[in-house]
């Protein structure tokens, strides 16, 4: 049954239609008055769960939120949909401070923003007593618990509005996963058995793709291509890959920037800007980009070196598509990358190392993985999926060539590994195996072995991935400084052909066609009818209005809006209310003009139809 104050809002203020999954539930236990605790992935539509209930409710919702960046962000796009919202916060002159204050306690405020650190500091807990107060919400709860990824200490003094509010809800939202932290946001904030709503944190938008490194700003490249003029963040481990890949990238012509914390606030708030206003398309950062940008239509996200966990690599892909229309991911990772983080991981305090290790292995089985990309990474979180994506990964899509003969290949390479005395690594095996005849080889009369030159007829490329894959399955380690191959218990037990192991033919999984083919028919979907001259024209368009007043693009029509507008072009107002994410504010101020463009265009252009 839907509440028709939340379905009338929505329709009213965002111009959508229909609620995404669990979003009704956690309106109504607001409403309800209930606290809650929510947990959505990013992209989930979080906001609009404590943001479509303070439009119903009377009074003015305090939202925390730990970033002033997002802050901002939030209020502008509020405001552009005709809600009354502002936000408190070290960014404001006094007299800013004076004004919404005064807007607060008059009661002219639909939702408030404030930092966890303004509410206590400021004593605005006490300005909260005299004020309607309709709920409050807080946002990126995980902030609260030591055992999430961002822990900040004064998040832990929210337990004071339960004390204070006892009459009030208090409902938390995260994109956290773990059971540790979902427990402890309870507890530290004290609610009172609150509505638990876990979302499944799958990202069904979002196509995975896994390639071992070969030609790296090829590979790149090739994933930029697929999304032209449109953005998208490429991750590097180090700062100098970041210089060095945004140089390779801005000679072949990528609008791109840099982001790295080796850079000055000044120079990296400038690219970052550039980035969210659509100027730059590309940002190439080490993972100190990311946090605090709300940024909907970022179409793809590139690593070009592998995460040190899955729970990093949600987080940084889970940047992409948060709009929900398609978008993809792609790791690109060599064995080079494990041991960065190995070694890293060594120079950290000892009682961390353990389980950084297990978690880059995690991440490293990942990458070798063949099971379906969003099956593998809800798993990983404790969930699990009907069916596999079938569509969505390049597992699915079959972009990954399987050896056939795995167990037989394997047993060559580990057969080497024994013979050779388990004395070398991955680099001189291989050669070994290829039938190099280098003088390292001959000296030690390693060209006199059976297995010498046994898969003389595959790439060396090929030969090394699967060592890599062989180690990541559990079938060899690595071991001391010179990462010597060791054969485990479980590697021999393969060598007497007791398990299978699964082994990609890494050279052909680069060949595109085919997953570019498939992967087009996804996006084709969200691009259906879409004429994409006229989305050209409406997104200057958008340009326009976005810097005359100073928002990034996105606050004035989002990608999926655009598209809807492309697609039906709409010729009169009436026409204009019905395109996807025009609410009543919106329709009366950018109507005309978009209508006006629509119309030139058609008076112009002979009628062009996207596929
Ligand atoms: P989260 O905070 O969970 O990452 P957001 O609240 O930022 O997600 O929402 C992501 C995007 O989805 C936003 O652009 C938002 O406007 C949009 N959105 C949220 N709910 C809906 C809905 N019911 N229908 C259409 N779009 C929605």
């Known amino acids: 049954m839907s509440d028709d104050r939340l379905g009338n809002a929505l329709h009213e203020y965002w111009g959508y239609d229909s609620f995404r999954p669990l979003q009704e539930a956690a309106m109504r236990a607001v409403l309800a008055g209930r606290d809650s605790l929510v947990v959505l992935p990013t992209g989930g539509g979080k906001s609009l769960c404590y943001q479509a209930p303070a439009v119903c409710l009377d009074g003015t919702a305090i939202v925390v939120s730990p970033l002033i960046s997002l802050m901002k962000d939030q209020v502008d796009a509020l405001q552009a949909c005709g809600i009354p919202a502002a936000f408190l916060n070290s960014t404001l002159t006094a007299d800013e401070k004076w004004q919404v204050k005064s807007d607060l306690v008059e009661g002219r405020l639909k939702l408030l923003y404030v930092a966890p650190e303004g509410l206590s500091l400021a004593g605005l807990v006490d300005v909260l007593e005299d004020v309607n107060v309709s709920f409050f919400a807080i946002d990126e709860a995980h902030c609260v618990s030591m055992w999430g990824h961002d822990f900040r200490p004064h998040y832990r003094e929210l337990s004071v509005l339960r004390d204070r509010f006892p009459n009030l809800g208090v409902h938390a939202y995260t994109a956290t996963a773990t059971q540790r932290v979902r427990d402890d946001i309870v507890t530290q904030l004290k609610l009172n058995r609150p509505e638990t709503l876990v979302g499944s944190f799958d990202r069904p938008n979002l196509t995975y793709r896994v390639a071992p490194r070969s030609d790296l700003t090829r590979q790149v490249t090739e994933v930029l291509d697929r999304h032209p003029n449109e953005s998208g963040i490429v991750y590097c481990i180090t700062r100098k890959d970041v210089d060095a890949l945004h140089a390779e990238l801005s000679a072949l012509g990528y609008k791109s920037a840099p982001y790295h914390a080796g850079m000055s606030d000044q120079q990296r708030q400038a690219n970052q800007d550039a980035f969210i206003e659509d100027r730059v398309h590309t940002i190439v950062a080490t993972i100190a980009f990311g946090m605090g940008i709300n940024k909907p239509n970022v179409r793809c996200v590139v690593h070009a070196g592998m995460p040190k966990s899955l729970e990093n690599y ?61 099956r593998q990474l809800v798993r990983h979180f404790g969930q699990d999926l009907d069916a596999d994506c079938q569509t969505a990964c390049d597992v ?52 006199e072995l059976s297995t010498h030159g ?52 890494a050279e052909r999984r680069s060949k595109s066609s085919r997953s570019t083919g498939k992967a087009a028919k996804g996006e084709a979907a969200s691009w259906k009818g879409v004429d994409r001259d006229l ?50 504010k919106k329709c009366a101020e950018f109507g005309d003009e978009f209508v006006r463009a629509i119309v030139r265009y058609l008076s112009s252009a002979p009628e062009v139809t996207g596929e």
């Not at 195996?433 to 000296?443: M, P």
């Not at 090929?462 to 990462?483: D, N, P, R």
């Open 314 to 374: 949600q987080q940084e892909s889970g940047r992409a598509g948060r709009d929900g229309l398609e978008a993809e991911c792609c790791l690109i990772h060599s064995g080079q990358d494990l041991r960065t983080w190995e070694f890293l991981i060594s120079k950290q305090p000892e009682e961390g190392q353990q389980v950084a290790l297990r978690s880059l292995q995690r991440m490293a089985d990942y990458c070798a993985g063949v099971t379906c990309r969003h």
């Open 396 to 447: 699915c899509l079959s972009d990954l060539d399987l050896v056939d003969d795995a167990l037989v290949v394997a047993q060559k390479i580990l057969s080497s590994v024994y013979r050779q005395g388990e004395r070398f690594g991955a680099g001189y095996t291989a050669r070994v195996v290829t039938g190099s005849t280098e003088a390292r080889i001959v000296e030690n009369r390693h060209d």
């Open 454 to 505: 046994i898969l003389e007829h595959e790439p060396r490329s090929a030969v090394m991935a699967w060592i890599s894959q062989l180690v990541s399955q559990g079938f060899m380690e690595k071991s001391g400084e010179y990462s010597v191959l060791k054969i485990t218990p479980r590697g021999w037990r393969l060598l007497k052909g007791e398990c299978q192991p699964k082994l990609l033919r």
């Open 535 to 584: 989305f050209e024209i409406l997104r200057e368009l958008r340009m326009e209005y976005a810097s005359q007043r100073g928002v990034p693009p996105y606050i004035v029509f989002g990608d999926a809006s655009l598209r809807d507008m492309a697609r039906l072009k709409p010729t009169t107002i009436e026409e204009f209310q019905t395109v996807y994410g025009v609410g009543t």
